[in-house]
């Protein structure tokens, strides 16, 4: 028997709790322009109906989301490859030193077809298996920067749905329920 709990089932429509961190778990998303290539990149990836995002938060160095689609993994891999690349041209254009060394630093000597990484590998999906699973991983995601001390309230998070549960506008929109 295979171990699928961290995998995605082919060609499974199901609702998925994903986790992606940044290489080291550098604060890149600190910056609102960096911030905002991923909510671009959601935001084409939910026009064009290849992702239907259920909730989501971006921290400094990792974004949680809940996300469906039949091609979840590839729309993820596309994801990671698009914001990864729009980010090292961001901080090519602003000449930041710093940042691309850090990059550049983390980029494991095998991988010789780039000169930088920005993603950790993978995204630790976890299959949303039922209604209470789902509101479990929608307050965890909703919580995490309570958790971490940098607000009282989830709606008061700019880069959350948690807006959107709340009925006001967020920044992304999202399918409640499934």
Request: aromatic fraction near 14%; proline fraction near 6%; glycine fraction near 2%.
């Amino acid at each position: 028997m295979t171990h699928t709990r961290y995998k995605f089932l082919p060609d499974d429509p199901s609702p998925y709790f994903i986790t992606a961190t940044t290489v080291n778990w550098l604060p890149f998303f600190s910056n609102p322009d960096i911030a905002c290539i991923l909510l671009e990149s959601l935001q084409f990836l939910i026009e064009q109906q290849r992702l239907k995002l259920h909730a989501y938060v971006i921290m400094e160095n990792h974004i949680h989301l809940i996300a469906s689609s039949t091609i979840l993994s590839k729309e993820l891999a596309s994801f990671k490859s698009y914001t990864a690349r729009q980010s090292i041209d961001y901080y090519l254009a602003h000449k930041n030193k710093r940042a691309l060394a850090q990059l550049s630093w983390s980029k494991p000597e095998y991988e010789t077809d780039r000169d930088y990484k920005f993603w950790q590998d993978g995204v630790h999906p976890q299959r949303i298996s039922s209604e209470k699973m789902m509101q479990q991983k929608i307050d965890y995601i909703h919580q995490n920067p309570v958790r971490r001390g940098y607000i009282d309230d989830p709606a008061h998070w700019r880069y959350s749905s948690a807006r959107s549960y709340l009925g006001q506008e967020g920044l992304l929109p999202v399918v409640i329920g499934w």
